[in-house]
């Protein structure tokens, strides 16, 4: 309510006042009267009343309504009509303000402050200016109630809450907390937040606010409402687990690879959750809050005395009870999570839940699918002397169950007596959570109600066995009083149940109630205060317990009272008759309301599909041939027959390809076998359950392993006895491998089924596209993806055939690739060891995952898993996901006489480490045998890997080491690991042929300090009772943090799964052949290889094109010395030449500098898998020094050439120069003496005086004939000098023949003495065909480059000898294999240099008559008649003289320079189509052309003419390119504006030196110009005599004549066709082009299939696609017939070749590179990849046998059916053309 004041003062000056009441109990009062009084007043001194007219009656004023902005004021309207205004001012401490209004009954003042008093004087204003006295009120606004009332934190007992401070001086809040319209609590506080406490847990609450004022006044309360939370789910959200209650966790996430995984700092669930995931003992062990250990750590520090310290120390209040975790993670886990969280616990020897109570709901669940992984082995006493043991699942044991339970409150800790019953002195072990544990004392708050269960279970030796038979414990978590449920549940399924008390009160009517059969034993402490023997006895004789008491006396210790426990416990268990096996106990928790995990309808539905399968099984073996038949003996055969396509073993004499065409028709008919048989029902309702919701899936999946593997252990458990007896003698070998064919063929689990899957699949991959069966298959990759996805590990290689069915599997991780793309980056860990060291439970501990662990050898292969990696740790592994493959144990020393044990062991060895990026190899150092032959698989295996490219990690893990100088104390060991790993690279690099590998450190990056990890024993104590050694744990997940920094750290990138995908297949086939490292072909390696050669190029391409246009500047310069157009200040040419090397030089080593680093900045970095080819960075180093090399002798060579050519040409031009000048002279003098006549010539009687003159003059002139050299001395000098070093005999051949008689008949090779000895094969001409194919196409090269220096018409130049020379001496090298003897090679050189001194000996002397100072002066005779004239005439030659100048000067020039600069742009060009980028695409472009123009004459000019062929091809592709005239006038144009530009550029500079005459501005623009175009001095000379043009005039003109000459250029490069314009270019695209398509040149020794290897100075030749023999003129000896083998399918046989090289002796195909050691001939990538050549000699076999005169091959039957189509295919799969 509001109070206001009102005051006034009467003219009678009489005063009435109500003063204001402070008191508070006045206040109250005032509080509830009326809101306003009211006093009108006159100030003193006014004068007496003025008449009634002018009078303005004062304001009666109320308080209709004060608001928190807002003040309503009343006014009581006056009788008078005369109209009033109001003013009205008002006021308060802190604001102020004044409004006129026109009267009314109600006015509203706005804008006011909230909770302020304001007084508002209001006074009355007539028109005529009279206002009334002045009256006054005083009014509170209301004050704002609080804003924003948030609450911000909610528990089980509290609720805290916030708002925001409203305007106005608030004193204190009121805070009410209401429930159900009652009124719980009402707090007051000043500030702006509030926690209410003591609430009930899970009720709503009615929360109001209200604002009090300084003055007692409240504001409007504000409501809002809020739910306490439960306990449970006040827990959850103080675990930060709320959200998992709904969307419960899963495997996948507890196991993705996050932040979590390698850090240290972790809230209490994932701590719990990642320590028991590793299996670690430590787990429970969860007070790691950061109060306590900051507080611990504060008083651990504090050196005072302080007793309150020590008293208030940290209490279990923030910290929480390690069974509510577990409790709550259960609740928040979906079926599986809680399946692998007991059977870890298990392991741990924690007891895992039986009853999981949620205190919510107030029910429980039996937790029966959670406990159905757990399988205990155990040994009871009556196996003890067998040394049997009896293993099964824990749900399905008939074991007696003996629970303990609480009546009331209980001294003494009942999980502790029962840890101690369970544990025997030596190995003591917390299976409960007790009292005195790490936060043990932590009040529980969800966990009471629980029912958690162990097992006893004895090793079968009596000293150490506590019972002799096995026994469950199950133990209730709070008062029996509370949980009736559960307790009855134990009563009904117990042999014997312990009550603990202290006092039996009237609750003691709950243990007559139960319908039971179990014995109750009452356990009391009479130590305690609270117990009563009279209560005791009374209750014990009404319930006739009086023999079934345990008291702990006050006489008697723990260890007595344990000691009597133990015995009585004994005695229950021998005598016990009730053995409820925990699987039947779900009737009874149904009759009691207790619900099952297993009742979902999910895993009630997955059961009954795995049941509906497995069955069916009664006798494995012929289960697994009628319901799984492809994978038996079939798909074993196939392996057998595809191995041998790749060994070609069995091949014997009879022809390779047909037998491996007849080896691919058997293939086709056991498939269509594999087609041929409907789907097995099994196999039908396999898939279809797999088919199901992911959730039910995962279910079936589990079922049909649980149900397998209990299924295996009943049939296996016999043979695997037998097979124990018979490995402890070796002799027994025969019998060994009957059984163990026998547990291989016996053992059946859920791989069996996928595997079948897989076959089912392959088979059907083998129909046409169209068939319905193919097509109704196609979904099962997909199927199997999404498995992989949720966390199931897939079948890599199935140990049982040992194959890998490649086609599945790629097309799993195909649809794999596809589901999680784009994120498909993985890394992937391995293992190896020998069999039963813990390799899978080393895998298990260390990712959470769950590998099979199994003894003995009836799992085999390799298995993959994917763990996923979280986003915050993407970013340091640089991964989406990490595969985890877990491998079959290599060969143990018993087994290793079976027959191919080593090369099962060996392949797996090589794929698995192959695929890895870290490898862990598990080794027992104390035996050194098994030491020996592991080490000798992998050490194999990583050698294999560095050859190939491959560069994977490796980490040693010794297992069973536990003391803590393991490390130290083994570094003797760790140097007899690394002797031994030496001694093994050198025997693994001698039988792989590669013995540069002295040292294991040769092969891969190792060191013994940091490559080595000690891991204890992983059992604490004896099993089965013992934990997992917590050592164990913890060594394992520092393992497994170095891994993961390892793989963070890792050069290389990670592979996409399509990429891991490949790996596997190139790994595969390369494992199929005996040997690897020439047999392995991969395409990521192509691929990488392809890009290195790319980029190559174009460095390479940018070091020429500088180098090029560098030469032509320089040429320029050389062209110029000596001339007007100089600029340089060298006088002296020999200077000249010196400057520009060493400039050469410079430029030369600074793009050798950049080339090197460019690779060195390439293999840096880490996407584009640039490890892979790091074996040919040193080739492409060497081909770098190499290139510059040739470009330095080939620069110096056109240096000198230029140099001395100009040389020459300096006197000739002095001379012309003389003979012009006199000639100037003469015919100014004619004009003088004409001019002299004074008569007007006509122009007969001018000319004639100038013939007199031009006559007379040209016989006083002195023209010394140039002589012409004798070149052919010349090249002679150079070709002795060339040969001189070859010995005498070279010498004795020159003078035998003179060099004028040689070259004139075509050159042909005669082998002289030459035997023919043939074995087999062989082509009856070989040798001397190969010699005279060699010599045809180094004379044609040298033909070629004689022609192109002729075309260049320039003076011959001795260098061209010497390059003729070389080339000569590079081709020969290059073909030194073919042994041809110093007679060829002199008889070779004198034919081709008898050739070139002809045509040079012409060349020069055409240069000679071209030069000649007589026919130079002739020629401009016309010329200098005309200028005669104009002078004489006086006429302006200006214009003249401008087109003159442009025509004869400047547009030869230009025109030489845009053929100079051409030749380098159109290479550029061509370089970037992508056939001209590498020798790979060159290859594939030419095969591809020839396959789609299907000509045979093509085929065999490709085949018999390459080097013609591909000169042939790659000049029509620049035809073909450029055939567009504008695509060349691109570039034509360029270089055309570049230089008018110059030239424009020249005239402006010399049009600024203001020189004299028109002679010097020309000079200046030549000068100008000097650098860049190379001006004819003759017509220079020419066009400056008889000048007498205006320079300025001269200068206009010669503008327009440049842009005339420009458009008439462009015009003229039009018309020219390409062929014209490739003649005249100085630089020959197709030249430089061939080069480098050809690249060395060489061809496959035995197919002459060209060399792809890139760079120059490769070590190693290498070729794509080989072909067949017959299509390089090969045929049989005797029959004549084409030979159909192709040499990369040779060289894996064991067939023989005989040829020049083994001087015609037998050498095995397989040893080739004994002859030819630079020559790599990897088997092809597929069976499939030369289905070209195959094509190709099927389609022209009659047409190939015609021309070689040979009858045609016998072509298999198979290669009939390759099409057109699979010849492409083929082609692509070999240049891995994506």
Request: proline share 3%; glycine share 4%; hydrophobic share 35%.
């Amino acid at each position: 309510m509001d109070k206001s004041v009102l005051q006034s003062e009467k003219q009678c000056g009489m005063t009435e006042s109500v003063s204001t009441m402070d008191n508070s109990e006045e206040e109250e009062d005032f509080y509830d009267a009326p809101d306003v009084f009211l006093e009108l007043y006159c100030e003193e001194g006014d004068s007496p009343a003025t008449p009634q007219s002018d009078y303005v009656p004062p304001p009666e004023v109320t308080v209709l309504h004060a608001g928190t902005e807002t003040v309503s004021l009343g006014l009581t309207p006056t009788d008078s009509s005369v109209r009033y205004k109001l003013h009205i001012d008002y006021s308060s401490d802190t604001h102020g303000g004044s409004v006129i209004v026109e009267e009314s009954s109600t006015v509203d003042v706005d804008g006011l402050h909230p909770g302020t008093e304001y007084t508002f004087r209001i006074t009355r204003r007539a028109e005529n200016g009279n206002q009334s006295e002045t009256a006054s009120v005083s009014v509170f606004t209301d004050p704002s109630p609080p804003a924003q009332i948030t609450v911000y934190q909610v528990n089980s007992e509290s609720l805290s809450l916030r708002w925001d401070t409203p305007a106005g001086e608030v004193e204190s809040y009121i805070v009410t907390c209401c429930s159900e319209e009652s009124c719980v609590q009402e707090l007051t506080t000043n500030t702006n937040s509030l926690t209410f406490s003591s609430l009930k847990p899970g009720v709503c609450y009615s929360l109001q606010v209200s604002a009090q004022l300084k003055n007692g006044r409240r504001s409007k309360p504000v409501v809002t409402s809020s739910r306490t939370k439960t306990h449970l789910e006040s827990l959850l959200k103080d675990l930060d687990l709320e959200q998992h209650y709904s969307d419960k966790l899963s495997l996948s996430t507890i196991l993705q690879i996050d932040e979590k995984t390698i850090s240290e700092e972790l809230d209490l669930p994932w701590y719990f959750l990642k320590k028991l995931m590793m299996v670690n003992v430590t787990a429970r062990n969860v007070k790691c809050t950061s109060a306590y250990d900051s507080t611990c750590d504060a008083m651990s520090w504090n050196t005072e005395f302080d007793l309150d310290n020590l008293v208030n120390s940290p209490n279990s209040g923030d910290t929480v009870n390690p069974l509510d975790i577990i409790n709550a993670l259960f609740l928040c886990s979906d079926g599986f999570v809680q399946q692998e969280m007991a059977l870890k616990m298990s392991m741990c020897q924690f007891s895992v839940p039986l009853l999981l109570p949620n205190c919510d709901t107030k029910q429980c669940t039996l937790m029966l699918w959670a406990m159905r992984d757990i399988v205990k082995k155990y040994r009871p006493q009556s196996l003890s002397e067998s040394k049997g043991f009896i293993e099964d699942r824990v749900v399905l044991s008939n074991l007696p169950m003996i629970s303990f339970v609480r009546l009331g409150e209980c001294s003494l800790s009942k999980s502790e007596i029962l840890n101690k019953l369970l544990s025997n002195s030596q190995q003591y072990h917390d299976t409960f959570v007790h009292h005195n544990m790490e936060c043990g004392d932590s009040p529980r708050r969800i966990s009471n109600g629980l029912v958690e269960i162990t097992w006893y279970l004895p090793c079968g030796n009596k000293n150490m066995d506590l019972f002799s038979e096995p026994v469950t414990v199950a133990n209730l978590r709070g008062d029996i009083a509370s949980f009736e449920t559960q307790y009855s549940f134990l009563c009904q399924t117990s042999a014997a149940v312990f009550v603990f008390f202290d006092n039996l009160d009237s609750e003691y009517r709950l243990l007559t109630n139960q319908h039971h059969k179990a014995q109750i034993f009452l356990v009391g402490n009479h130590q305690s205060k609270r117990f009563r023997l009279d209560a005791l006895k009374n209750v014990a004789t009404k319930l006739g317990l009086t023999k079934n008491l345990i008291l702990k006396t006050k006489q008697m210790n723990d260890a007595d009272f344990i000691k009597n426990m133990r015995k009585i416990v004994r005695d229950v268990v021998e005598k016990s008759e009730i053995k409820i096996p925990i699987e039947q106990m779900t009737d009874i928790a149904h009759e009691l309301g207790i619900l099952v995990d297993e009742d979902s309808p999910e895993c009630q539905t997955a059961k009954k599909n795995a049941d509906a399968i497995t069955a069916e099984i009664q006798d494995t073996l012929e289960y697994k041939e009628v319901q799984l038949p492809l994978q038996g003996h079939t798909w074993k055969e196939l392996t057998r027959l595809e191995k041998e396509e790749f060994r070609l073993r069995k091949v014997g004499s009879e022809n390779i390809e047909k037998y491996k065409s007849d080896l691919q028709v058997e293939k086709r008919k056991l498939r269509k076998k594999q087609n041929s048989s409907d789907m097995s029902n099994a196999m039908t309702c396999f898939i279809n359950a797999i088919s199901s919701p992911r959730i039910e899936r995962s279910y079936f999946l589990k079922w049909m392993r649980i149900n397998l593997d209990n299924l295996s252990r009943e049939k296996l458990s016999d043979l695997r006895e037998q097979y124990k007896k018979k490995c402890q003698n070796s002799e027994n070998k025969e019998e060994i491998k009957d059984i163990d064919r026998k547990l291989s063929n016996s053992s059946l689990g859920t791989e069996h089924f996928f595997r079948e899957m897989g076959q089912i699949y392959e088979a059907s991959v083998s129909l046409p596209e169209t068939d319905p069966s193919r097509q109704q298959l196609q979904h099962l990759p997909k199927l199997c993806a999404g498995l992989l996805l949720d966390g199931f590990p897939l079948e890599l290689v199935d140990g049982d055939a040992s194959n890998i069915p490649l086609r599945w599997v790629s097309d799993v991780l195909s649809q794999l690739s596809d589901l999680v793309s784009p994120k498909s980056k993985i890394l992937v860990v391995t293992v190896l060891g020998v069999q039963s060291t813990g390799k899978s439970t080393l895998l298990n501990t260390m990712f959470g995952v769950q590998f099979a662990v199994s003894s003995g050898r009836c799992t085999r292969g390799a298995f993959m898993l994917l763990i996923r990696v979280n986003e915050d740790v993407k970013k340091v592994l640089n991964c989406d996901f990490m595969v985890i493959i877990d491998t079959e144990g290599l060969k143990s020393p018993e087994l290793a006489q079976l027959d191919d044990s080593h090369e099962h062991d060996n392949e797996l060895a090589t794929l698995v480490v192959g695929l890895s990026d870290i490898t862990i190899i598990n080794i027992a150092m104390e035996n050194s045998t098994e030491m020996k032959d592991i080490l000798q698989i992998v050490v194999h295996a990583f050698l294999r890997m560095k050859e190939v490219g491959k560069k994977p990690k490796c980490q040693f893990v010794h297992q069973n080491v536990s003391d803590v100088s393991a490390h130290e104390k083994n570094l003797r060991d760790r140097k007899l690991l690394l002797q031994q790993l030496n001694e093994m690279t050198q025997a693994a690099a001698k039988m792989e042929k590669k013995e540069e590998n002295k040292s294991f450190t040769d092969v891969m990056e190792y060191s013994p300090d940091t490559g080595n990890w000690y891991i204890p024993g992983l059992w604490n104590g004896n099993p089965p009772m013992a934990p997992v050694n917590a050592g164990y744990s913890e060594a394992v997940c520092e393992l497994k943090k170095n891994i993961i920094q390892m793989l963070g750290n890792c050069d290389s990138s990670a592979n996409k799964i399509s990429e891991f995908t490949e790996w596997m297949s190139s790994l595969w086939n390369a494992v199929k052949h005996e040997n690897f490292i020439f047999s392995f072909r991969n395409s990521l390696v192509a691929d990488a290889y392809m890009r290195l050669c790319t980029e190559f190029n174009k460095w390479e391409w940018e070091f020429k094109k500088d180098m090029y246009t560098w030469v032509t500047n320089a040429e320029t310069r050389i062209s110029n010395f000596g001339t007007i157009a100089v600029k340089s200040e060298i006088p002296d040419m020999t200077e000249l030449l010196t400057c520009l090397k060493s400039e050469a030089c410079t430029m030369l080593s600074k793009w050798e500098t950049e080339l090197l680093e460019n690779l060195t900045k390439y293999f840096k970095q880490t996407e584009g898998h640039v490890y892979l080819v790091e074996g040919y960075k040193e080739d492409f180093a060497n081909s770098s020094k190499s290139l510059r090399g040739e470009m330095e002798r080939s620069v110096f060579n056109q240096l000198e050439a230029a140099a001395d050519i100009r040389q020459g040409m300096v006197k000739l031009d002095s001379i012309k120069e003389n003979h012009t000048k006199q000639l100037e002279e003469r015919v100014c003098a004619l004009i003088e003496e004409c001019r002299k006549k004074k008569v007007k010539m006509t122009d007969k009687e001018l000319d004639k005086e100038f013939d007199k003159m031009w006559t007379k003059t040209v016989k006083e002139l002195s023209f010394s004939k140039q002589k012409a050299s004798d070149v052919c001395t010349s090249v002679s000098y150079y070709l002795r000098a060339n040969l001189s070093h070859k010995g005498s005999r070279a010498c004795e051949l020159l003078s035998q023949k003179s060099l004028q008689d040689c070259g004139l008949e075509a050159f042909k090779y005669t082998a002289e003495g030459f035997i023919n000895r043939f074995k087999e094969f062989f082509n009856i001409q070989g040798h001397t065909v190969a010699v005279q194919k060699m010599t045809d196409s180094i004379i044609a090269a040298c033909t070629q480059f004689i022609s192109e220096k002729m075309e260049r018409k320039a003076n011959y130049h001795n260098t061209y000898t010497q390059e003729i020379l070389h080339m000569i001496d590079e081709r020969l090298q290059n073909n030194k294999d073919l042994k041809t003897g110093i007679d060829f090679e002199v008889s070779l050189k004198q034919h081709i240099c008898g050739l070139a001194a002809r045509t040079f000996q012409k060349m020069h002397e055409d240069f000679i008559h071209v030069n000649d100072p007589y026919r130079c002066l002739h020629k401009n005779k016309e010329k200098f008649r005309a200028d005669f004239k104009d002078v004489f005439n006086e006429r302006d030659q200006c214009q003249k003289k401008a087109e003159e100048f442009t025509n004869r000067c400047l547009k030869p020039a230009v025109e030489d320079f845009v053929n100079r600069s051409l030749g380098p742009d159109i290479i550029g060009e061509m370089l970037t189509c992508q056939q001209f980028s590498t020798r790979y695409f060159f290859q594939y472009a030419v095969l591809l052309d020839l396959l789609t123009k299907d000509d045979f004459k093509k085929y065999l000019s490709y085949i018999c003419s390459y080097e013609d062929y591909v000169k042939e091809w790659t000049f029509d592709r620049i035809m073909e390119h450029f055939s567009d005239p504008s695509m060349v006038s691109k570039f034509e144009d360029q270089r055309l504006q570049s230089s008018i530009k110059s030239i424009n550029d020249a005239m402006e500079n010399a049009k600024k030196g203001k020189s004299g005459n028109l002679k010097t501005f020309v000079e200046d623009i030549c000068k100008e110009l000097g650098d860049k175009l190379v001006i004819s001095q003759d017509a220079l000379g020419a066009f400056m005599i008889l000048n007498n043009a205006n320079q300025e005039q001269f200068a206009h003109w010669l503008t327009q004549c440049v842009k005339d000459m420009a458009q008439a250029l462009r015009e003229t490069f039009k018309k020219t066709n390409i062929e014209m314009k490739l003649k005249n270019l100085h630089v020959k695209p197709q030249n430089e082009l061939f080069t480098k398509v050809m690249g060395c040149g060489k061809q496959c020794p035995f197919c002459k299939a060209p060399c792809d290897a890139g760079g120059k100075a490769h070590t190693e030749h290498f070729a794509s696609l080989h072909r067949s023999q017959g299509l390089g003129q090969y045929r049989f000896l005797w029959s004549g017939q084409l030979v159909t083998d192709i040499c990369s399918s040779l060289v894996t046989s064991d067939k023989n070749f005989l040829c020049e090289a083994t001087n015609h002796g037998s050498h095995p195909y397989k040893c080739y590179q004994e002859i030819f050691p630079d020559w790599k001939i990897p088997p092809d990538v597929s069976l499939q990849a030369s289905d070209y050549w195959k094509y190709v000699m099927t389609k022209f076999n009659n047409e190939f046998a015609k021309e070689y005169h040979a009858q045609p091959a016998v072509i298999p039957a198979t290669w009939k059916n390759i099409t057109h189509k699979d010849a492409e295919a083929s082609l692509k799969e070999s240049f891995n053309i994506k």
